[in-house]
């Protein structure tokens, strides 16, 4: 199970801990592994990403997908408890969120494409989030590698879902625009923590 969650969730842990500890308790009475609320949470998103979004069920959809979000972070309450983290755990849950967020903006460029009318220009800026968040993920994991860090930028995992997520519900509600907005907004920030990223490793690896 990772600890090392984006600055926005690491904010939210004590309360999201406090809800879910009883929760948590129970699991862990049953014998329930992190390693298997981190998958069922991932399957969940997933499942979820991609049987909604592409339906235009997008209100719908965030909701499924928020719960199955939130779920994700029970292993990390459940892994405390129980005093079961380990490097697998941590490997896995990193992996999956990679899974998790490329089936949510999937199913937004399905959405997009599937429309009657379709907006190709929309899919590809999702199709851009989508790479770009990649991209962010992994300039901080090869630096981590490398003995680096590259825990800076402005678009990290936590907040790149809170916009993609909040922008798909509205418009879910029938809120104009909001959507195209949100993905804009959010390629613009993916593409910049991308540089601040490289920037911030070639600091380190060059510049001494």
């Not at 490997?91 to 990679?98: A, E, G, K, N, P």
């Not at 809170?162 to 418009?171: E, I, N, P, R, T």
């Amino acid at each position: 199970m990772a600890y090392d969650r984006t600055a926005m969730l690491k904010l939210l842990r004590p309360a999201v801990t406090r809800v879910m500890t009883p929760l948590g308790r129970a699991l862990a009475r049953l014998g329930i592994s992190p390693d298997v609320i981190t998958a069922v949470g991932t399957l969940g998103v997933v499942a979820s990403a991609l049987f909604f979004y592409p339906r235009g069920m997008l209100f719908a959809g965030t909701l499924v997908i928020t719960f199955f979000v939130f779920a994700d972070l029970l292993d990390g309450v459940l892994a405390r408890m129980t005093g079961s983290g380990s490097t697998w755990g941590a490997f896995l849950d990193s992996t999956l969120d990679r899974l998790g967020d490329s089936a949510i903006f999937s199913g937004l460029i399905l959405y997009f494409v599937l429309e009657k009318e379709p907006e190709i220009l929309l899919a590809g800026v999702a199709l851009f989030c989508l790479v770009a968040g990649a991209l962010v993920s992994y300039a901080k994991a090869r630096a981590e590698g490398l003995g680096m860090t590259a825990d800076v930028g402005l678009a990290e995992r936590g907040e790149r879902l809170v916009v993609v997520l909040v922008a798909a519900g509205l418009s879910g509600l029938g809120v104009p625009y909001i959507l195209a907005a949100g993905l804009w907004l959010l390629a613009a920030a993916s593409a910049v923590t991308v540089v601040q990223r490289m920037v911030h490793v070639y600091r380190q690896a060059v510049v001494r």
